[in-house]
Protein backbone atom coordinates (compact mmCIF):
# COMPACT_ATOMS: atom_id res chain seq x y z
CA UNK A 1 0.00 0.00 0.00
CA UNK A 2 1.57 3.28 -1.32
CA UNK A 3 -0.34 6.70 -0.82
CA UNK A 4 0.21 9.67 -2.98
CA UNK A 5 0.00 12.93 -1.20
CA UNK A 6 -1.15 15.65 -3.65
CA UNK A 7 0.34 19.02 -2.95
CA UNK A 8 3.75 21.03 -2.77
CA UNK A 9 5.51 19.99 0.04
CA UNK A 10 7.00 22.71 2.38
CA UNK A 11 8.70 21.73 5.49
CA UNK A 12 7.52 24.62 7.19
CA UNK A 13 3.35 24.14 6.92
CA UNK A 14 2.26 22.03 10.15
CA UNK A 15 -0.19 20.10 8.12
CA UNK A 16 2.35 18.85 5.69
CA UNK A 17 4.92 17.75 8.90
CA UNK A 18 1.80 16.16 10.58
CA UNK A 19 0.38 14.04 7.68
CA UNK A 20 4.01 12.35 7.04
CA UNK A 21 3.72 11.69 11.35
CA UNK A 22 0.82 10.40 10.94
CA UNK A 23 1.14 8.10 8.13
CA UNK A 24 4.07 6.76 9.96
CA UNK A 25 2.50 5.79 13.13
CA UNK A 26 0.26 3.51 10.81
CA UNK A 27 3.80 2.74 8.83
CA UNK A 28 2.12 2.92 5.97
CA UNK A 29 4.18 3.99 2.90
CA UNK A 30 3.57 7.71 0.73
CA UNK A 31 5.08 9.69 -1.61
CA UNK A 32 4.55 12.92 -1.78
CA UNK A 33 3.24 14.33 -5.83
CA UNK A 34 4.00 18.07 -6.87
CA UNK A 35 0.66 19.05 -8.49
CA UNK A 36 2.65 20.79 -11.65
CA UNK A 37 3.53 17.05 -12.16
CA UNK A 38 0.38 15.65 -12.46
CA UNK A 39 -0.28 15.79 -16.23
CA UNK A 40 -1.15 12.22 -17.20
CA UNK A 41 -2.90 11.38 -13.84
CA UNK A 42 -3.77 7.53 -14.97
CA UNK A 43 -0.05 7.04 -15.65
CA UNK A 44 1.19 8.63 -12.71
CA UNK A 45 -1.34 7.72 -10.30
CA UNK A 46 -2.43 4.36 -11.65
CA UNK A 47 -0.01 2.36 -9.14
CA UNK A 48 -1.42 4.23 -5.96
CA UNK A 49 -3.61 2.19 -3.60
CA UNK A 50 -4.88 5.84 -2.04
CA UNK A 51 -5.15 9.68 -2.85
CA UNK A 52 -4.55 12.13 -0.29
CA UNK A 53 -5.13 15.75 -1.28
CA UNK A 54 -3.39 17.82 1.51
CA UNK A 55 -3.28 20.69 2.86
CA UNK A 56 -1.15 24.33 1.58
CA UNK A 57 -3.31 25.43 -1.10
CA UNK A 58 -3.05 28.13 -3.45
CA UNK A 59 -1.21 24.82 -5.06
CA UNK A 60 1.39 25.33 -7.66
CA UNK A 61 -0.85 24.10 -10.20
CA UNK A 62 -4.41 24.12 -9.73
CA UNK A 63 -5.34 21.91 -12.77
CA UNK A 64 -2.71 19.49 -11.54
CA UNK A 65 -4.51 19.06 -8.01
CA UNK A 66 -8.36 18.72 -10.00
CA UNK A 67 -6.94 15.81 -12.02
CA UNK A 68 -5.76 13.72 -9.54
CA UNK A 69 -9.08 14.54 -7.57
CA UNK A 70 -11.24 13.85 -10.79
CA UNK A 71 -9.28 10.20 -11.15
CA UNK A 72 -9.48 9.37 -7.73
CA UNK A 73 -13.08 10.13 -7.81
CA UNK A 74 -13.86 8.55 -11.68
CA UNK A 75 -11.46 5.57 -10.94
CA UNK A 76 -12.91 4.53 -7.46
CA UNK A 77 -9.34 5.44 -5.71
CA UNK A 78 -10.13 6.28 -1.97
CA UNK A 79 -9.70 9.82 -1.43
CA UNK A 80 -9.42 12.01 1.57
CA UNK A 81 -8.88 15.07 1.45
CA UNK A 82 -8.13 17.90 4.17
CA UNK A 83 -8.69 21.78 4.63
CA UNK A 84 -7.41 23.01 0.63
CA UNK A 85 -8.12 19.07 -0.53
CA UNK A 86 -11.25 18.79 0.71
CA UNK A 87 -11.95 22.77 -1.05
CA UNK A 88 -10.48 21.56 -4.55
CA UNK A 89 -12.81 18.53 -3.80
CA UNK A 90 -15.36 20.26 -4.12
CA UNK A 91 -14.05 23.00 -7.09
CA UNK A 92 -13.72 20.01 -8.74
CA UNK A 93 -17.15 18.19 -8.53
CA UNK A 94 -18.50 21.45 -9.29
CA UNK A 95 -17.63 21.82 -12.19
CA UNK A 96 -17.32 18.49 -13.69
CA UNK A 97 -20.47 16.80 -12.02
CA UNK A 98 -22.44 19.93 -11.28
CA UNK A 99 -22.51 21.73 -14.43
CA UNK A 100 -20.53 24.45 -13.00
CA UNK A 101 -17.83 24.84 -15.30
CA UNK A 102 -16.98 28.54 -13.68
CA UNK A 103 -17.15 27.80 -10.18
CA UNK A 104 -14.54 29.86 -8.49
CA UNK A 105 -12.17 29.38 -5.69
CA UNK A 106 -11.77 33.07 -3.67
CA UNK A 107 -8.01 32.48 -2.66
CA UNK A 108 -7.49 31.74 -6.94
CA UNK A 109 -9.68 34.46 -7.98
CA UNK A 110 -10.69 36.99 -5.97
CA UNK A 111 -12.66 39.65 -7.96
CA UNK A 112 -14.99 36.38 -8.24
CA UNK A 113 -18.29 37.52 -7.45
CA UNK A 114 -20.29 34.64 -6.19
CA UNK A 115 -17.52 31.94 -5.36
CA UNK A 116 -18.08 28.43 -4.49
CA UNK A 117 -15.03 28.79 -2.31
CA UNK A 118 -15.49 31.96 -0.10
CA UNK A 119 -13.80 33.82 2.48
CA UNK A 120 -14.95 32.53 6.20
CA UNK A 121 -16.58 34.57 7.98
CA UNK A 122 -14.23 34.28 10.95
CA UNK A 123 -10.79 32.57 9.72
CA UNK A 124 -9.99 29.14 11.90
CA UNK A 125 -6.13 29.82 11.59
CA UNK A 126 -4.85 27.58 14.75
CA UNK A 127 -8.13 27.29 16.17
CA UNK A 128 -10.31 24.15 17.26
CA UNK A 129 -13.78 23.98 16.57
CA UNK A 130 -16.78 21.84 16.85
CA UNK A 131 -17.95 19.92 14.51
CA UNK A 132 -21.28 18.23 14.84
CA UNK A 133 -21.61 14.80 12.40
CA UNK A 134 -24.95 14.15 10.63
CA UNK A 135 -26.45 10.72 11.68
CA UNK A 136 -25.91 7.47 9.04
CA UNK A 137 -22.97 8.84 7.02
CA UNK A 138 -19.53 6.95 6.82
CA UNK A 139 -17.81 10.03 8.71
CA UNK A 140 -20.23 9.44 11.70
CA UNK A 141 -19.95 5.45 11.74
CA UNK A 142 -16.35 6.25 11.21
CA UNK A 143 -15.80 8.53 14.60
CA UNK A 144 -18.65 6.36 16.23
CA UNK A 145 -19.48 9.95 17.97
CA UNK A 146 -22.53 12.73 17.56
CA UNK A 147 -20.10 15.78 18.20
CA UNK A 148 -16.17 16.06 18.20
CA UNK A 149 -13.38 18.86 18.38
CA UNK A 150 -10.95 19.39 15.50
CA UNK A 151 -8.06 21.54 14.70
CA UNK A 152 -7.87 24.09 11.90
CA UNK A 153 -5.72 26.58 9.78
CA UNK A 154 -8.01 27.55 7.04
CA UNK A 155 -9.50 31.04 5.93
CA UNK A 156 -12.03 29.64 3.14
CA UNK A 157 -14.75 27.38 2.79
CA UNK A 158 -17.66 26.25 1.40
CA UNK A 159 -20.06 29.34 0.17
CA UNK A 160 -23.60 28.34 1.84
CA UNK A 161 -25.03 29.42 -1.47
CA UNK A 162 -24.39 26.38 -3.30
CA UNK A 163 -25.44 23.96 -0.86
CA UNK A 164 -28.63 22.92 -2.26
CA UNK A 165 -27.00 21.35 -5.47
CA UNK A 166 -24.83 19.48 -3.24
CA UNK A 167 -28.36 18.47 -1.37
CA UNK A 168 -29.19 17.13 -4.57
CA UNK A 169 -26.30 15.17 -6.04
CA UNK A 170 -24.19 11.93 -4.41
CA UNK A 171 -22.38 14.07 -2.82
CA UNK A 172 -23.50 13.76 0.85
CA UNK A 173 -22.97 16.96 3.63
CA UNK A 174 -21.52 14.84 6.44
CA UNK A 175 -20.58 17.25 8.92
CA UNK A 176 -21.43 21.16 10.13
CA UNK A 177 -20.14 23.79 12.63
CA UNK A 178 -21.90 25.08 15.29
CA UNK A 179 -23.89 27.40 13.03
CA UNK A 180 -24.56 24.97 10.60
CA UNK A 181 -22.11 25.60 7.80
CA UNK A 182 -20.88 22.39 5.90
CA UNK A 183 -17.42 21.26 7.41
CA UNK A 184 -17.33 17.82 5.35
CA UNK A 185 -18.67 15.69 2.33
CA UNK A 186 -18.63 11.68 1.65
CA UNK A 187 -19.99 10.53 -1.94
CA UNK A 188 -22.21 7.94 -2.23
CA UNK A 189 -21.27 4.97 -3.75
CA UNK A 190 -17.59 5.12 -3.81
CA UNK A 191 -15.49 2.78 -1.88
CA UNK A 192 -13.96 5.98 0.08
CA UNK A 193 -14.40 9.38 -1.14
CA UNK A 194 -14.29 12.04 2.42
CA UNK A 195 -13.26 16.09 2.28
CA UNK A 196 -13.24 17.84 5.53
CA UNK A 197 -12.45 21.41 6.13
CA UNK A 198 -10.59 20.19 9.30
CA UNK A 199 -6.91 18.78 9.45
CA UNK A 200 -7.40 14.99 11.48
CA UNK A 201 -3.74 15.08 10.50
CA UNK A 202 -2.96 16.70 13.52
CA UNK A 203 -3.78 14.52 15.89
CA UNK A 204 -0.14 12.71 14.89
CA UNK A 205 1.26 16.07 16.60
CA UNK A 206 0.32 14.52 19.87
CA UNK A 207 1.65 10.93 18.83
CA UNK A 208 -2.23 9.95 18.47
CA UNK A 209 -3.61 8.00 15.67
CA UNK A 210 -6.75 9.51 14.03
CA UNK A 211 -9.74 7.21 13.07
CA UNK A 212 -10.47 8.90 9.92
CA UNK A 213 -7.03 8.78 8.79
CA UNK A 214 -6.79 4.80 9.99
CA UNK A 215 -10.28 4.78 7.96
CA UNK A 216 -8.76 5.74 4.72
CA UNK A 217 -5.31 3.49 4.96
CA UNK A 218 -7.93 0.58 5.68
CA UNK A 219 -10.17 1.29 2.26
CA UNK A 220 -6.69 1.59 0.86
CA UNK A 221 -5.37 -1.82 1.15
Not at 26 to 31: G, L, P, Q
Not at 109 to 119: G, K, Y
Not at 166 to 179: F, K
Not at 188 to 197: A, E, Q, R, S
Request: with cysteine.
Amino acid sequence: MTIALIGDRDPKILAHQAIEQSLALFSAKFSWIGTEEIVEPRQMLGAYRGIWAVPGSPYRDTDGALAAIQHAREMRVPFLGTCGGFQHALLEYARNVLGLAHAAHAELEPAASDPLIAPLACALLEKSDRIHLVPRTRLHRIYGADVVTEGYHCSYGPNPRFEALLSESPLTINARDDVGEVRGVELDGHPFYIGVLFQPERAALTGKRHPLIEAFLEASR
